[in-house]
């Protein structure tokens, strides 16, 4: 092969990676043209406001009941044989999830530029349900982040004393960023989003967040109003990503009743996106 052809080959393929790369951004932010879309949003409201008034009460009864006592019944911080846990709550740091999210994304996006018509077509409607899961944990993440911060909340460890209360508001600190947690908020938004695309998942995934949640807890790290919390901003989050995508008729149909359900396959106007060398 001359050196001007594989010029030529390797010129197509980065404009290709680029039409992915570009098509990525611009399917996400185009407006929303859904038909059913509104009924959608209302049902999203209406779920949304239970979600949180069941778990906004139970957060309140947990700081009162619970948070201080619940001290008392873990293991001392630090103690050799929690091992074991130490290496499962890996697992639901949001860093690592992320990168890894991320990582896929990118492979997804890189090969399928070199594939031809239906592989293409395949890959692109993994990569878009990647995009959706990514998108799903970082949402919900970023207004964790800043309530933590906003809040303020002392660590379970931090005092000296077992004390619910002990805030010191935009203090920025590590030892006061107990509320809400951010594990809980990225293993309930990953198993909310995985559900969502894979139902067969269910079940697998909140056994997953519920051992997160549980390891946060056992190694004194948050109250046990903290991982209710960052489970309510993680659901809900990942739930306005959901209809975010579905008011886009991205991964997502919305039925008669407004209820969001996923796409099996690419078909209709989607294989039309694929063949347009349509995002991850």
Known sequence: MSARARLGES??????????????????VRPP???????????LARHSLLIGAMLGALIIALMYV???????????????SL??????????????????????????AVVSAALPGSSRAQLLSFGMRLQFLFLAVLT???????????????????????????????????????????????????????????PRARLAMIVYAFLIAA???????????????????????AMSVRYWFAARRLGFAIRRDGKIVPLRSVSGPFKGVARKASAP
């Open 66 to 80: 619970l948070d201080a006592g619940e001290i008392g019944l873990m293991p001392t911080r630090g103690t050799p």
């Open 140 to 198: 919900p993440l970023l207004a964790g982040e800043a309530l933590k911060w906003a809040v303020g909340r002392g660590r379970p460890f931090v005092g000296g004393a077992a004390n619910a209360f002990n805030f010191a508001p935009f203090a920025g600190t590590e030892a006061f960023a107990s509320f809400p947690s951010a594990h809980a908020v990225t293993a309930f938004a990953l198993a909310f989003a995985v559900s969502a695309v894979w």
């Open 83 to 108: 091992w074991p846990v130490r290496i499962l709550t890996e697992f639901g740091k949001d860093s690592y999830v992320l990168l890894a999210l991320g990582t896929m994304l990118l492979a997804v």
């Open 11 to 28: 010129a197509n393929y980065f404009a290709s990676l680029g039409a992915v790369a570009e098509r990525s951004i611009a399917q996400l």
């Open 215 to 237: 390891t946060r807890l056992v190694l004194l790290s948050h109250h046990p109003s903290d991982v209710v919390a960052g489970a309510l901003i993680g659901v809900v989050g």
């Open 33 to 43: 043209s859904h038909s059913r879309r509104a009924l959608a949003a209302r049902r």
